[in-house]
């Protein structure tokens, strides 16, 4: 631990997999956690994380950019590329999606029984409703709370975690349909896609490629493939990419929601104890 506590400094500076600033506020070498923080995307918040994962999720600021290369690939050659084992391994993994005491709940989850094999497919894993399962419980923002729940019990094969997917991806898709709606802005000409449609489909596009950090695997246009959008690469990146990279930050934001209600409920706890 204290190798890899001299190679992270409090105050030093890093970039994330986007390629977004990230500081190191505080490290806490016994526990082996890092505190973090987007200085230019003030909204995030702070994030602990142990500091094996977010080495692993990061590079040094001073590191040169890798040149852009021209997109050459033939359709269909995008469809190649992702193992199922790697995109499992890097499930939740972003750390745009690390809850602050995502730590804190994985260790009471995981310690304790969960019992994810009984009644219908699709409901909540049932847990004893001990300390850090009430702390999830108690996020009163629905989005949000689906959103905790993927990121602490997604991983496990046995929990259909779909109704909370769709939930999350409502949510998202709700939102863009609203600042389309104020921008004056409908469907594409010559598209299928209704706009709730495509609203719909680029929220499950965002959510999922989130989730098992995809972003860097495809591009533009392998991911609108991937995700069954039939708009035009240029009319994507002109019209719509900024209302993907606000489904972006409404996805971070819901992070940062749970993280308050997750405080919250510890600090209520401190005080009962």
């Not at 950090?213 to 959008?229: A, C, H, M, N």
């Not at 990279?245 to 405080?263: E, K, P, Q, W």
Request: aromatic letters at 8%.
């Amino acid at each position: 631990m204290s190798e890899i506590a001299i190679e992270v400094a409090i105050g030093s500076e890093w970039l994330d997999k986007k390629g977004d600033v990230i500081n190191v506020l505080s490290i806490d070498n016994e526990k082996g956690l890092v505190t973090i923080e987007w200085p230019n995307h003030k909204k995030r918040g702070t994030r602990t994380v142990s500091i094996q994962k977010f080495l692993s999720q990061v590079k040094s600021i001073d590191a040169k950019a890798e040149p852009v290369k021209e997109d050459t690939a033939k359709p269909g050659d995008q469809f190649i590329a992702i193992w199922v084992d790697e995109s499992r391994r890097n499930f939740g993994k972003s750390p745009n999606l690390q809850l602050s005491n995502q730590d804190w709940l994985e260790r009471g989850m995981h310690a304790k029984t969960v019992k994810f094999n009984i009644g219908a497919g699709g409901l909540p894993p049932e847990v004893n409703w001990e300390d850090r399962c009430a702390a999830i419980a108690m996020i009163e923002d629905k989005p949000a709370r689906a959103l905790a729940s993927i990121l602490l019990w997604g991983s496990d094969t046995n929990w259909d975690w779909s109704r909370q997917f769709d939930e999350v991806v409502q949510y998202l898709a709700d939102n863009m349909v609203e600042r389309c709606n104020k921008d004056g802005r409908v469907a594409p000409q010559a598209c299928r896609h209704s706009l709730l449609e495509l609203a719909r489909l680029m929220a499950r596009m965002v959510l999922h490629f989130e989730l098992y950090e995809l972003w860097d695997v495809y591009t533009v246009k392998g991911r609108l493939q991937f995700s069954g959008i039939e708009v035009n690469v240029n009319t994507y990146s002109h019209a719509w990419l900024t209302y993907q990279r606000h489904m972006t930050n409404d996805l971070f934001d819901m992070v940062v929601i749970a993280d308050h209600c997750v405080s919250d409920y510890l600090q209520q706890l401190a005080r009962s104890h």
